[in-house]
């Protein structure tokens, strides 16, 4: 079947610019997470939602940052005032469940580029 | 809290060598551990995961990995390595709650020579 996606797979913007990332889970899968992977370093945690809402967003750095999933599956992660820091993969994931021994199943990223 | 450190950022090795890349973690709690394979361009991939039970987990592609609680470590062996390994490799544990979510180490970049 199909697995995660994510589009675009590449986005430049202009320093200040507002951009949306969208993510689409695998069919059936309740949790989805978004990581932020800089160049050099390990994904890093930035939200969870199990369904619909955002159950867990204390890896979101600012408050220019936010992420939706109004109907429990596609979910866009949305930044405002994008700073020249922001640049990098950003990845989704989704699993059948939130349970911590639950594989994740992950996207191919979509790499943003803040000039 | 939860942290994972991998030792050594790069790692060379010559085809049919032993591969061997090292994880050590930090929990608060039982630790759940789990390493991924991510390919040029292409998404991570579950290579194998420890929850409970047997301390030797086998994955695909002929690795396997031991949990050791008293050293913390999950280090990642292959007997013999392929060209086709040649990968940056990521160890993450599960954080505490019910979330789910991952902490990753910094992740190891697996170089194969012919």
């Known amino acids: 079947g199909a697995g995660v996606s994510q589009t675009p797979s590449n986005k430049v913007t202009e320093k200040g610019k507002y951009v949306e990332l969208r993510c689409d889970p695998i069919s059936g899968h309740t949790a989805l997470y978004w990581y932020r992977q800089s160049l050099g370093q390990g994904p890093e945690f930035l939200i969870y939602f199990q369904g619909t809402g955002a159950a867990d967003d204390s890896g979101l750095p600012n408050d220019r940052f936010f992420a939706v999933r109004p109907e429990g599956s596609v979910s866009t992660l949305k930044i405002q005032r994008t700073e020249r820091g922001d640049s990098a993969v950003y990845l989704c994931?989704?699993?059948?469940?939130?349970?911590?021994?639950?594989?994740?199943?992950f996207g191919p990223g979509t790499r943003l580029t803040v000039l | 809290a939860q942290s994972v450190t991998q030792l050594g950022s790069h790692v060379s090795v010559s085809e049919g060598a032993l591969v061997l890349l090292r994880c050590n973690y930090s929990s608060s709690v039982p630790p759940y551990l789990f390493w991924y394979v991510q390919y040029p361009n292409q998404g991570l991939q579950l290579l194998l995961k420890y929850t409970t039970g047997a301390t030797l987990v086998k994955g695909i592609n002929g690795f396997e990995a031991e949990f050791k609680k008293s050293e913390t470590s999950f280090h990642l062996t292959k007997p013999s390595a392929h060209m086709s390994d040649a990968a940056e490799y990521f160890c993450a544990v599960s954080g505490s709650g019910n979330t789910g979510k991952l902490i990753f180490g910094q992740g190891t970049t697996l170089q194969v020579k012919p």
């Open positions: 994931a989704s699993s059948p469940g939130s349970l911590r021994g639950n594989e994740q199943f």
